[in-house]
């Protein structure tokens, strides 16, 4: 069992619909990433958070350590955010030690 | 454009041959990193350099050989590879290593395909 779960694994969405994307993890953290890969394969850093919220754009991160739980959610979808959302933690306080998630495909239709 | 930059970003090689992925950063960053991606798994971490010295070798086989000759830059070295190392290489580089929630930046990958 992977220590980092998202789901869905895949979610087809029109355009303007909002869009949510868990994470679940099992270890102690000291930091949950938000990544989005793009069809090529580079990566990009959405959010980096340890308790609370960001908001950046669209794009909001949630997270709730109590219950080991993240949430991204996307306002106003569009085709352009069709990608492959990832979810990652930090534990021990070191970047070695990141787990990454299977990642969530989004596709985002006109 | 994260400021990690990879080449080649498409690689076709044969088992015996030897081929080397670069990856370079200008962002004064201290930690680099090689990842690799499968088909349907998360991303898996191969090496760790910190301040140009290996910390960390999550049990790699020797057909991959990393090389940190300075902090801006990053080599994974392949020699006699097998068809199941295709995959998507991806290079990253933090701050630091072993800093407290730093974020991590990624190149744009490197295609490996293994024939």
């Known amino acids: 069992k992977n220590e980092v779960e998202q789901s869905p694994q895949n979610l087809t969405a029109q355009e303007g619909e909002f869009i949510t994307i868990n994470c679940s993890y099992s270890v102690g953290i000291s930091a949950l990433h938000w990544l989005q890969q793009h069809p090529g394969g580079g990566i990009v850093s959405l959010f980096m958070l340890s308790s609370g919220k960001k908001k950046h754009g669209r794009l909001i991160a949630t997270i709730n350590i109590q219950e080991k739980h993240s949430s991204l959610h996307i306002t106003a979808s569009h085709p352009r955010d069709s990608a492959v959302y990832i979810c990652a933690v930090t534990y021990g306080g070191s970047q070695g030690n990141l787990i990454f998630g299977k990642g969530t495909k989004l596709s985002v239709k006109p | 454009e994260t400021g990690v930059t990879q080449t080649p970003r498409h690689l076709v090689m044969g088992m015996t041959n030897k081929k080397s992925l670069k990856c370079e950063q200008h962002l004064g960053h201290n930690a680099m990193y090689w990842y690799k991606q499968s088909a349907k798994k998360p991303l898996e971490l191969m090496f760790v350099y910190s301040l140009e010295e290996r910390v960390e070798n999550n049990s790699v086989p020797s057909r991959f050989s990393p090389e940190c000759p300075n902090s801006s830059h990053l080599f994974l070295h392949l020699h006699t590879l097998q068809p199941e190392d295709s995959a998507l290489y991806l290079c990253?580089?933090?701050?630091?290593?072993?800093?407290?929630?730093?974020?991590?930046?990624f190149g744009q990958g490197t295609r490996l395909t293994v024939v």
């Open positions: 990253a580089s933090s701050p630091d290593f072993d800093s407290l929630n730093t974020e991590a930046f």
